[in-house]
């Protein structure tokens, strides 16, 4: 069978048998959690509680009322220790809300939807936002929002994104394979609601068990569903990669999946849009990864958001002596952790322990003009180029070169043989173009 793909790309060694057959464990209770008021692109919450509040499980705790935001809860029953500033797995110190559990579960749950089939796309849509559905697989992007495209933008496809194409992350795989009927369901709330009649599942041929899985519970279910078992490949599981992969269509630069016609959502995402419309239940747990060769037992565990990451590790009998680095996502494009006393939040897919027998220290040589860069990048960039004009700050020629099209997969330095940290710069470039064009149009005003 000839399996799809994207073009360019690159296949870096596969970490996935730490953790693949471990079935998803639901974590106990935590005594504390810490919720941010920001756990999503877009504007952040502001606090509906003060210290000292009792709260419930599923209690809205913050909002906020821009249209691109989500809500986050409480994940506990317990009181409200205090509203302040701790470490935040991206690596800075911001505002949270401190729980503190006192008992089991007491639910606030959403308004109870009889029959999603008969519910307007306007109740189903608050019902989502209401929930703090957010993208799950990382990009953490309001998921009301991209379920409600503008009127002039025709929307003729959904994809359903189950591809995890980091190295080491298994905790989409244990859901495909342990939750596939409720993960179905939420694709098909999210076709109706957006009133699409085609849908694909693009899956990665190295998880076999969960092709055939999602597969037989299509056609035993009778969903109209495709399935698309996909070559592996990093990094298949960004949008524009998947679309290419799928469909064959190309999103321009500068432009968003909705403008080639396609909606696509992670199968995280659809578990909880089926949690939220048939259960009323809001978004407070996931399933992460933890994982590596720094941890003592891998495992996939369903885990409050909010629960520090010791807990997590406690949970896998610990971490071994000689672990070298810890980082939240996949090796790619993850976050080196410093504090485990930071919380999972929605973005968290995995944490990954690893010893110095997979992560070594390296120096950097100058660029040898080899190309390496140039040849992975999925959407035809020059990072090199982009790497030293961010480094430089030329901001007009990073405008030019198109560094805000970058999706930060890594690739590129992945493949470097001079080990140039070319994400850093083109990050740092990215942050540079935005305060000039920040700055240029106060000028302006």
């Known amino acids: 069978m000839k399996l799809s793909t994207f073009k360019k790309g690159l296949h870096p060694e596969?970490?996935?048998?730490?953790?693949?057959?471990?079935?998803?464990?639901?974590?106990?209770?935590?005594?504390?959690?810490?919720i941010p008021l920001q756990q999503h692109i877009g504007t952040p919450?502001?606090?509906l509680v003060t210290k000292g509040d009792r709260v419930k499980t599923g209690q809205i705790i913050a909002n906020s009322d821009s249209y691109v935001s989500a809500p986050v809860h409480a994940t506990v029953t317990g009181v409200v220790k205090d509203i302040q500033k701790y470490y935040h797995p991206l690596g800075m110190r911001t505002t949270m809300i401190h729980i503190q559990r006192d008992g089991d579960d007491e639910w606030e749950l959403l308004e109870k939807i009889q029959d999603w089939?008969?519910?307007?796309?306007?109740?189903?849509?608050?019902?989502?936002r209401n929930a703090g559905i957010v993208g799950?697989?990382?990009?953490?992007?309001?998921?009301?929002?991209?379920?409600?495209?503008?009127?002039?933008?025709?929307?003729?496809?959904?994809?359903?994104n189950g591809v995890e194409c980091e190295p080491y992350l298994t905790s989409d795989d244990r859901l495909m394979v342990e939750h596939s009927d409720k993960?179905?369901?939420?694709?098909?709330?999210?076709?109706?609601?957006?009133?699409?009649?085609?849908?694909?599942?693009?899956?990665?041929?190295?998880?076999?068990?969960?092709?055939?899985?999602?597969?037989?519970?299509?056609?035993?279910?009778?969903?109209p569903f495709t399935m698309v078992p996909l070559k592996v490949k990093y990094p298949q599981g960004a949008e524009k990669m998947l679309i290419y992969s799928v469909l064959k269509r190309k999103v321009p630069a500068g432009k968003l999946p909705m403008d080639v016609g396609v909606v696509v959502n992670n199968v995280a995402t659809a578990h909880a849009v089926a949690e939220a419309i048939v259960d009323a239940k809001p978004l407070i747990q996931r399933v992460i990864t933890i994982t590596g060769d720094g941890v003592r037992q891998p495992k996939n565990l369903m885990a409050r958001l909010g629960t520090p990451f010791k807990n997590l590790f406690d949970a896998c009998d610990g971490v071994k002596d000689d672990v070298n680095q810890i980082f939240m996502g996949g090796p790619m494009m993850g976050m080196t952790q410093y504090h485990l006393e930071s919380p999972v939040v929605k973005g968290s897919s995995g944490i990954v322990a690893v010893t110095g027998d997979l992560v070594e220290e390296i120096t950097t040589?100058?660029?040898?003009?080899?190309?390496?860069?140039?040849?992975?990048?999925?959407?035809?960039?020059?990072?090199?180029?982009?790497?030293?004009?961010g480094q430089e700050g030329y901001v007009e020629k990073l405008d030019d070169f198109?560094?805000?099209?970058?999706?930060?997969?890594?690739?590129c330095a992945f493949v470097c043989p001079a080990n140039i940290p070319l994400v850093q710069w083109i990050r740092i470039g990215k942050l540079r173009l935005r305060e000039h064009t920040a700055k240029t149009a106060k000028e302006t005003t």
């Open 14 to 34: 596969d970490y996935k048998y730490f953790s693949h057959d471990q079935a998803i464990e639901t974590l106990s209770l935590p005594d504390d959690v810490y």
């Open 45 to 47: 919450c502001e606090p």
């Open 117 to 128: 089939k008969w519910t307007s796309k306007e109740k189903l849509l608050k019902t989502i």
């Open 136 to 160: 799950l697989g990382g990009a953490t992007f309001p998921t009301h929002v991209k379920l409600n495209p503008p009127d002039d933008k025709t929307i003729d496809s959904f994809i359903l």
């Open 183 to 223: 993960i179905l369901l939420g694709m098909s709330i999210m076709m109706h609601i957006l009133d699409v009649q085609k849908g694909y599942i693009g899956i990665e041929n190295n998880k076999p068990e969960a092709i055939a899985r999602m597969q037989k519970r299509v056609v035993e279910l009778g969903y």
């Open 365 to 389: 040589f100058p660029c040898i003009r080899c190309g390496a860069c140039v040849k992975v990048c999925p959407i035809n960039l020059m990072p090199l180029r982009l790497s030293k004009f």
């Open 402 to 411: 198109g560094v805000m099209s970058c999706i930060e997969c890594g690739a």
